[in-house]
């Protein structure tokens, strides 16, 4: 991740840098004594996270952050405990209170980094960005779920539709789920399953999906209405 720290003590300012460079999840960019010129370089630059100090000349932490048009993280930093509720008030990581350990900063850093792999999971999946590993023989794909069309029994093997290509596994059908995500696939057939969001028309007795007729088992033909809220 990338940080700045901002705190208007210098001997603060040393044991946060201190502590960061003894930590691999994160990446200092820069430091800053002034509070107004912390600000001016975040209007300018994009951190992960800021460690603020929040009683300071001109304008105060917690101050600062309402300030910003776009929000990184922050993790404040002060000697005083009475702020705590204005900080979560503002979605802070979290709230260290001075004299900081090593210990209490990396559990604050390790809260950091999860909020950031939830966060860049969540913009992953809105953009159909998750990928998937899949091995065929000697050769092992990496593919986009999105691109994914449908799954297709092939004897002792599963045929992965693509939009572009196809990638034969030797897989049966029981095991597709291991394959695939659940919550995007549905089994429409003893043969086929099928991506939700590639489904166009649902008829009695098949889906289209991207153009081919794709049949629908009696046995699965409930579970798909289910899943589109169908009667």
């Keep these: 991740m990338t940080c700045i720290a901002i705190d208007d003590e210098p001997k603060a300012l040393e044991i946060i840098e201190r502590y960061i460079a003894k930590s691999d999840l994160v990446d200092l960019k820069a430091t800053f004594?002034?509070?107004?010129?912390?600000?001016?370089?975040?209007?300018?630059?994009?951190?992960?996270?800021?460690?603020?100090?929040?009683?300071?000349?001109d304008i105060n932490g917690l101050k600062l952050v309402e300030t910003l048009p776009t929000r990184p993280m922050v993790i404040f930093t002060t000697a005083y405990s009475n702020y705590a509720v204005e900080s979560y008030e503002l979605s802070a990581i979290d709230y260290l209170l001075k004299p900081i350990t090593f210990e209490r900063f990396l559990t604050a850093v390790n809260k950091a980094s999860n909020q950031l792999s939830l966060q860049q999971k969540a913009v992953s999946r809105s953009e159909g960005g998750e990928t998937l590993i899949i091995k065929s023989g000697p050769y092992t794909h990496q593919v986009r779920t999105a691109d994914i069309l449908y799954l297709e029994k092939d004897g002792n093997y599963v045929t992965v539709h693509l939009k572009d290509k196809k990638i034969l596994v030797r897989e049966n059908m029981n095991g597709v789920f291991d394959l695939v995500p659940a919550n995007e696939f549905v089994r429409?057939?003893?043969?086929?399953?099928?991506?939700?969001?590639?489904?166009?028309?649902?008829?009695?007795?098949?889906?289209?999906?991207?153009?081919?007729?794709?049949?629908?088992?009696?046995?699965?033909?409930?579970?798909?209405?289910a899943r589109f809220g169908l009667k």
């Excluded at 107004?36 to 929040?54: G, H, Q, R, Y």
């Excluded at 099928?194 to 007729?213: D, F, K, P, S, Y």
């Design 188 to 225: 429409v057939h003893k043969s086929f399953v099928v991506a939700l969001r590639h489904i166009t028309t649902i008829e009695v007795h098949q889906v289209i999906v991207n153009g081919t007729q794709i049949p629908i088992g009696s046995t699965y033909r409930e579970s798909l209405r």
């Design 33 to 57: 004594r002034d509070p107004v010129k912390a600000s001016e370089f975040l209007s300018k630059e994009k951190v992960d996270l800021v460690f603020l100090d929040i009683n300071m000349p």
